[in-house]
């Protein structure tokens, strides 16, 4: 079986967690472990239709509303950046988070749809690919320490 090719608005992503599904949602969820991974400060109401801004390492802010939380398996969410060096207006994004169970932890397929340039998806996948790490790290009971993005401009 192949894999359809991802089109070029998008970035896919894929990670293997040593954490229940369930253990992983929670980052996803709570204001403080998401901030652990993933900001500095944020404001976040998270349910369907609910809004969130969050400034990310780097001092850029990305906000957004919540279109699906179905816990434990599945969040969806518009994204866009308020600040910062890419150019995708609030919201102007789509962003899945799938949790799966698999053996031993959880499989994680993140999809940010939407990005209006190639640029934008690289930085992106960049962006997205760091978090994840630290998300995974922190899901697995362990300390990413400090984001070291903190001092570099965001994607």
Same mark, same amino acid.
């Given at each position: 079986?192949?894999?359809?090719?991802?089109?070029?608005?998008?970035?896919?992503?894929?990670?293997?967690?040593?954490?229940?599904?369930?253990?992983?949602?929670?980052?996803?969820?709570?204001?403080?472990?998401?901030?652990?991974?993933?900001?500095?400060?944020?404001?976040?109401?998270? @349910? *369907? !239709? #609910?809004?969130?801004?969050?400034? &990310?390492?780097? /001092?850029?802010?990305?906000?957004?509303?919540?279109?699906?939380?179905?816990?434990?398996?599945?969040?969806?969410?518009?994204?866009?950046?308020?600040?910062?060096?890419?150019?995708?207006?609030?919201?102007?994004?789509?962003?899945?988070?799938?949790?799966?169970? @698999? *053996? !031993? #932890?959880?499989?994680?397929?993140? &999809?940010?749809? /939407?990005?209006?340039?190639?640029?934008?998806?690289?930085?992106?996948?960049?962006?997205?690919?760091?978090?994840?790490?630290?998300?995974?790290?922190?899901?697995?009971?362990?300390?990413?320490?400090?984001?070291?993005?903190?001092?570099?401009?965001?994607?």
């Amino acid at each position: 079986m192949t894999t359809p090719p991802t089109p070029m608005d998008t970035v896919t992503l894929e990670r293997r967690i040593d954490a229940r599904p369930e253990a992983v949602f929670a980052f996803l969820t709570d204001r403080e472990k998401w901030l652990s991974w993933m900001g500095e400060d944020g404001v976040f109401s998270i @349910a *369907p !239709g #609910g809004s969130y801004r969050v400034r &990310v390492p780097g /001092g850029a802010v990305a906000s957004g509303r919540f279109a699906v939380v179905e816990p434990p398996r599945r969040m969806v969410l518009s994204w866009g950046w308020e600040s910062g060096p890419v150019s995708v207006p609030p919201g102007g994004s789509t962003v899945e988070i799938t949790l799966a169970p @698999a *053996p !031993g #932890g959880t499989l994680l397929r993140l &999809v940010h749809s /939407g990005l209006p340039t190639t640029e934008a998806c690289e930085a992106q996948a960049e962006s997205w690919q760091h978090h994840i790490d630290r998300l995974a790290s922190l899901s697995e009971g362990h300390d990413p320490g400090p984001d070291p993005w903190t001092d570099r401009p965001a994607v």
